[in-house]
């Protein structure tokens, strides 16, 4: 698709920025529904955030994207946050306004909902409680996904129990840290576990945990997508558990930014997994 001068620009912060499959999203999307507009990297040094953000409205930018290592900065930089970054202490979408101002979300906590519902539609967030390992940044806003859906108890396990502790306490009274050691007693009776930890990613040890105490119907997340089918989702799929897998959330974490700046909203579905899967096959 060509641009021409009416072109709307938005794009992706990053340091460093060569591995962001966020262009490759936005560019399927762009052609797919022939936009006049552009998706662009931009490598920004973690000093440069704020100044790079500023200068959006400057430069007429529609919004951008942002990643590791700008995401603090963003949320500190722009002028209203959402309720999800407000919570996750994190900006991963911003919205230059009409006037100028920048607004921030973080688009990670509704991607990880709309992945979940649209991959387990049986999943009923109420129903159960939910054990969730990790204390990381994508750890807040699973934890913020989950209690928005209605999930009634948050069982939440990392191996540096102080950090699981603190989500804990920020999150409120349905949080509760249980001991790394306990991660697998704590799956009785949960309908859902989701893996937020690097534990499963290629180059990375295995998630060691039994899956024999959720029960039948029970659903396993894992936000880890390389590789697609880590051995925790094998595991899962051995024993008839429902299984998530990590590249859904990465897909539906793109549809807000790119609805608010290209006007239009965008479908994720077999098509642009296919596309991404294809860039991330070794
Ligand atoms: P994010 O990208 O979500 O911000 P992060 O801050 O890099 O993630 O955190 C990685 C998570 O994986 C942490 O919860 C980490 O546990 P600690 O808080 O104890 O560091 C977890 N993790 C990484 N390697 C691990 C391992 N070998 N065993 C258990 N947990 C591990």
């Known amino acids: 698709m060509t641009v021409t001068g009416k072109a709307r620009i938005a794009g992706v912060m990053g340091w460093p920025i060569a591995h962001s499959r966020s262009p490759l999203i936005h560019g399927h999307w762009l052609e797919r529904y022939a936009i006049d507009g552009a998706y662009v990297p931009f490598g920004v040094r973690p000093e440069d955030g704020a100044a790079a953000l500023r200068a959006l409205p400057k430069l007429g930018f529609a919004g951008t994207n942002v990643t590791l290592p700008h995401k603090v900065t963003a949320f500190e ?11 996750i202490g994190a900006v991963n979408t911003v919205v230059v306004q009409p006037d100028g101002s920048l607004a921030g979300s973080n688009t990670d906590a509704p991607g990880l ?11 009923r967030a109420g129903a159960e409680p939910a054990a969730v390992l990790g204390a990381g940044g994508s750890t807040r806003a699973a934890l913020f996904a989950l209690l928005e859906a209605g999930v009634p108890e948050i069982r939440l396990a990392n191996r540096t129990r102080e950090k699981a502790e603190a989500l804990a306490a920020a999150f409120g009274p349905k949080v509760t840290a249980v001991d ?9 009776g949960c309908g859902l576990l989701a893996n937020t930890t690097s534990l499963g990613m ?6 060691d945990i039994a899956l024999e105490d959720m029960p ?5 997340y894992d936000i880890v997508y390389v590789p697609l089918e880590t051995p925790l989702l094998a595991a899962a799929r051995a024993r008839g558990l429902g299984v998530v897998d990590g590249l859904g959330m990465l897909l539906h974490q793109a549809v807000p930014g790119f609805a608010a700046w290209f006007g239009r909203t965008p479908e994720v579905d ?10 991330l096959a070794p």
Do not use: F, I, Y
């Open 113 to 123: 909902l709309a992945h979940l519902q649209a991959a387990a539609p049986t999943w």
């Open 270 to 279: 077999a098509d642009l997994r296919a596309v991404v899967l294809k860039d």
């Open 77 to 87: 930089t722009v002028d209203v946050r959402d309720a999800a970054a407000t919570a």
């Open 216 to 220: 039948e119907g029970a659903v396993v």
């Open 180 to 188: 790394w050691a306990e991660r697998s007693e704590m799956l009785a």
């Open 202 to 207: 290629a180059g990375q040890p295995p998630l």
